[in-house]
T-cell receptor, first 112, second 113 residues
Framework: GENVEQHPSTLSVQEGDSAVIKCTYS??????FPWYKQELGKRPQLIID?????GEKKDQRIAVTLNKTAKHFSLHITETQPEDSAVYFC???????????FGTGTRLTVIP | DAGITQSPRHKVTETGTPVTLRCHQT?????MYWYRQDPGHGLRLIHY???????DKGEVSDGYSVSRSKTEDFLLTLESATSSQTSVYFC????????????FGSGTQLSVL
């Protein structure tokens, strides 16, 4: 099955700086790549997703980039704010697949 | 919100006892999922359903069974709970295509002593 690796496991940034989280995947058939944010004690929530026919997608301060050749994708958060502090998970799945394979998470801390 | 409720929110049980967790949705979504979340493992799929009475195994299905007799309810049963099943369990529905745009419930913290 798919194997998704995520790094770093922890990341601390100063408020206003940018944060980048990277993931790699193993299955070249994977074509859907979402990112989830999970605040402490809460449910994971979808923040952005991208399909393999798109190289980049942006939503306000959040962007995701995808390199299909290298099989890696990244989450970029600009102008970080304390409320961005959370655990972020990447994931990957292929069309019609019954499973979304998650990375192990990155704990982002934004220091005021 | 998609209207998804998990019960109970917390449960403590003993090794060897059966446990059933319930997931209830109010918006008639076809696809429903049970995940477990453990430190260092992210979220892993236990079982999923693609319709009433239609279920299949995920990557960590051993020791678990599911049932879906109505569109709105998806039950997860630990047939004989073990300490390795201590975890946070999340139910999810798909708001898009299969396995896409998952919306998660609030989770159930299960402790098996």
């Amino acid at each position: 099955g798919e194997n998704v690796e995520q790094h770093p496991s922890t990341l601390s940034v100063q408020e206003g700086d940018s944060a980048v989280i990277k993931c790699t995947y193993s299955d070249s058939a994977s074509n859907y790549f979402p990112w989830y944010k999970q605040e402490l004690g809460k449910r994971p929530q979808l923040i952005i997703d991208i399909r393999s026919n798109v190289g980049e997608k942006k939503d306000q301060r959040i962007a995701v980039t995808l390199n299909k050749t290298a099989k890696h994708f990244s989450l970029h958060i600009t102008e970080t704010q304390p409320e961005d502090s959370a655990v972020y998970f990447c994931a990957a799945s292929s069309a019609g697949a019954n499973n979304l394979f998650f990375g192990t998470g990155t704990r982002l801390t934004v220091i005021p | 919100d998609a209207g998804i409720t998990q019960s109970p929110r917390h449960k403590v049980t003993e090794t060897g006892t059966p446990v059933t967790l319930r997931c209830h949705q109010t918006e008639n979504h076809r696809y429903m999922y049970w995940y477990r979340q453990d430190p260092g493992h992210g979220l892993r799929l236990i079982h999923y359903s693609y319709g009433v009475k239609d279920t299949d195994k995920g990557e960590v299905s051993d020791g678990y069974s599911v049932s879906r007799s109505k569109t709105e309810d998806f039950l997860l049963t630990l047939e004989s709970a073990t300490s390795s099943q201590t975890s946070v369990y999340f139910c999810a529905i798909s708001e898009g295509r299969e396995s896409e745009k998952l919306f998660f419930g609030s989770g159930t913290q299960l402790s098996v002593l």
